[in-house]
């Protein structure tokens, strides 16, 4: 050790220099000295004599003390290291004033009983622990059942006996983490006395409690046999997987698992509560979508939604406007699939929203509702806001066939209301609309959508009134004809398509080379035609047209300048292979 520094404490552990290691223990600026002076004595403590070592043991007693844990810690592995010698020492110190000196003290008894070979130096230290069960400190009581566990597991049948009697005793301590230490303990004795108590605590109200002594019962080689207890373990060893799967099991092990301490025992028994579907788990996951935590009232709602109760309706609705978003969702769809009109207003309200998440959660649901959603939805066509229209086209795609009767009811109606009825009838492809759609074909403002909502029905019956749109003077028309001649693929309109390639407008010209590849990958040409449709390549592909211009200019003499340019007006589309 230098004079004015700190310690060295790997020299000195060199030398086995205990009397400078125990000055290096109460070293006060460093604590990490003070640890690593533990450490040191609890790896020399193998090498050296037991009078050597008896010096140390009051030192170590009082840096259990030590207001680091990490010296705290050491020093119950050099005791623990120093072994017999420190026992006596030890047991004294159980009845120490600092809670932290107990501490120690039993946690340094429990690892020297699991290693000592004399049994009568182990008996030695079973009274006091069990009186040490006593102890007004939370922290000792639990240390001291961990001891006892370790000691009594090495002691015959005979002596277990007041350990275990004692341990069964504290599987009623007020303090859980007592209670849990103690059913640990009870599966290392490897009594089986100790089943029936330990059996009544897979019934704790913390669930760690439960789950220790699940683990202990499994230790001591026990297995439910009844429905009721295989509940209550599976609950308690928390394999909710497996409790899921139960035929018919008690309700009330999971009503009071939901009533847990733990969020993630409640959030998994909501999620076997809604996989059972008991009638009699409907109230408590209403009144769980109130609990303080997220996760657990997502998992109510989402276990709701498995019910599918007609009575969660008006809980679920005032749920739809929790603070959390994920709470939200699972609130949106067990909405949805309650099936239920009076649902309708909240999920449009929140089809809405700006939250991508939400706004999808809500259509989903929508869709789900189906036919009682409709009406609601086709009312929709009239918000100003476009993004709003297209989700709802796209919510009534979705509900398909049901939507059908009442989209054609308000075909005909004004834009874009009209036009918006027609393109969602066109990606439901329901054939009673082929008719009707003709129809709409004659009304100026509706002609383009009803053209493409028939190319998107395949229905040749329009082929002939299209190939007449080909020629009208409004490009929009010849466009949309086009692209709808292209989805029916129909052969007839092969070469009115090839003809408008030549069209003077671009958009033209593209829309009918879209709908001739459209119809080069249908089953609906022979070959002669896709040869046909091959044959204008050159057209189709070509981006642009090169042009050349001259220009005289005069100044101080007569010259000319030549120019080469190009402009985008070809059509630009790539071939299919």
């Known amino acids: 050790?230098?004079?004015?520094?700190?310690?060295?404490?790997?020299?000195?552990?060199?030398?086995?220099?205990?009397?400078?290691?125990?000055?290096?223990?109460?070293?006060?600026?460093?604590?990490?000295?003070?640890?690593?002076?533990?450490?040191?004595?609890?790896?020399?403590?193998?090498?050296?004599?037991?009078e050597r070592l008896q010096p140390a043991i009051r030192p170590l007693i009082q840096s259990l003390n030590d207001q680091d844990y990490a010296v705290a810690t050491a020093a119950v592995a050099a005791l623990a290291a120093i072994g017999q010698p420190a026992i006596l020492p030890l047991i004294s110190a159980l009845r120490a004033s600092p809670e932290k000196i107990r501490e120690g003290a039993a946690r340094a008894l429990g690892r020297i009983g699991a290693t000592l070979q004399e049994?009568?130096?182990?008996?030695?230290?079973?009274?006091?622990?069990?009186?040490?069960?006593?102890?007004?400190?939370?922290?000792?009581?639990?240390?001291?059942?961990?001891?006892?566990?370790?000691?009594?597991?090495?002691?015959?049948?005979?002596?277990?006996?007041?350990?275990?009697?004692?341990?069964?005793?504290?599987?009623?301590?007020?303090?859980?983490?007592?209670?849990?230490?103690?059913?640990?303990?009870?599966?290392?004795?490897?009594?089986g006395r100790a089943i029936r108590p330990l059996i009544?605590?897979?019934?704790?109200?913390?669930?760690?409690?439960?789950?220790?002594?699940?683990?202990?019962?499994?230790?001591?080689?026990?297995?439910?046999?009844?429905?009721?207890?295989?509940?209550?373990?599976?609950?308690?060893?928390?394999?909710?997987?497996?409790?899921?799967?139960?035929?018919?099991?008690?309700?009330?092990?999971?009503?009071?698992?939901?009533?847990?301490?733990?969020?993630?025992?409640?959030?998994?028994?909501?999620?076997?509560?809604?996989?059972l579907g008991a009638p009699s788990s409907v109230d408590p996951l209403i009144h769980t979508l109130h609990d303080p935590d997220t996760q657990v009232r997502r998992a109510a709602a989402e276990a709701l939604e498995q019910t599918g109760a007609p009575q969660a309706l008006q809980a679920l609705l005032h749920a739809s406007r929790d603070t959390s978003r994920d709470v939200r969702r699972a609130v949106l769809r067990a909405l949805g699939h309650s099936g239920d009109a009076r649902a309708v207003p909240t999920l449009i309200q929140a089809m809405k929203s700006q939250d991508a998440e939400i706004s999808a959660a809500a259509s989903g649901a929508l869709a789900q509702i189906g036919e009682p959603a409709v009406l609601p939805l086709i009312q929709l066509f009239r918000d100003p806001d476009s993004e709003v229209q297209k989700v709802a086209c796209a919510i009534l795609a979705q509900i398909g066939p049901p939507a059908?009767?009442?989209?054609?009811?308000?075909?005909?109606?004004?834009?874009?209301?009209?036009?918006?009825?027609?393109?969602?009838?066109?990606?439901?492809?329901?054939?009673?609309?082929?008719?009707?759609?003709?129809?709409?074909l004659e009304i100026p403002h509706l002609t383009c959508a009803?053209?493409?909502?028939?190319?998107?029905?395949?229905?040749?019956?329009?082929?002939?009134?299209?190939?007449?749109?080909?020629?009208?003077?409004?490009?929009?028309?010849?466009?949309?004809?086009?692209?709808?001649?292209g989805g029916i693929g129909d052969p007839r309109a092969v070469e009115p398509l090839i003809q408008l390639l030549k069209a003077a407008d671009r958009g033209t010209r593209r829309d009918a080379a879209e709908a001739l590849l459209r119809m080069m990958q249908s089953n609906r040409l022979d070959i002669v035609q896709k040869r046909r449709i091959l044959a204008q390549q050159d057209r189709i592909t070509e981006k642009h047209v090169d042009h050349d211009s001259h220009v005289d200019s005069?100044?101080?003499?007569?010259?000319?300048?030549?120019?080469?340019?190009?402009?985008?007006?070809?059509?630009?589309l790539d071939m299919p292979i």
């Open 1 to 50: 050790m230098g004079i004015f520094g700190a310690p060295n404490v790997a020299r000195l552990k060199a030398r086995s220099d205990l009397k400078g290691l125990l000055t290096a223990l109460r070293y006060p600026r460093h604590a990490a000295i003070r640890r690593d002076a533990a450490m040191a004595i609890a790896e020399l403590a193998s090498s050296l004599p037991s």
């Open 404 to 440: 059908v009767p009442h989209l054609l009811e308000v075909l005909q109606q004004p834009s874009p209301i009209g036009e918006l009825a027609a393109h969602t009838l066109g990606q439901i492809g329901d054939r009673r609309a082929v008719f009707p759609l003709l129809e709409a």
């Open 119 to 191: 049994p009568a130096y182990l008996r030695l230290s079973v009274d006091p622990l069990v009186n040490a069960l006593k102890d007004p400190d939370t922290a000792v009581r639990r240390a001291t059942a961990w001891a006892l566990g370790r000691i009594g597991s090495r002691l015959d049948t005979t002596h277990r006996a007041l350990p275990m009697e004692n341990l069964i005793l504290v599987l009623r301590d007020p303090q859980p983490e007592v209670r849990e230490m103690a059913a640990s303990a009870l599966g290392r004795l490897g009594e």
């Open 200 to 275: 009544a605590a897979l019934e704790d109200e913390v669930s760690a409690v439960r789950k220790s002594a699940a683990e202990a019962l499994e230790a001591l080689g026990w297995y439910p046999v009844r429905l009721e207890e295989e509940t209550v373990y599976l609950i308690a060893i928390q394999n909710w997987e497996r409790a899921a799967t139960l035929k018919n099991p008690p309700i009330e092990p999971f009503l009071r698992a939901l009533r847990d301490r733990d969020p993630s025992v409640r959030r998994a028994a909501a999620a076997v509560l809604g996989k």
């Open 450 to 485: 009803a053209a493409l909502a028939l190319g998107k029905l395949g229905d040749s019956h329009a082929v002939p009134r299209l190939l007449e749109l080909l020629n009208s003077p409004s490009e929009a028309v010849r466009q949309a004809a086009a692209l709808g001649l």
């Open 554 to 572: 005069v100044r101080s003499s007569d010259c000319h300048r030549d120019e080469t340019y190009h402009l985008d007006t070809g059509i630009g």
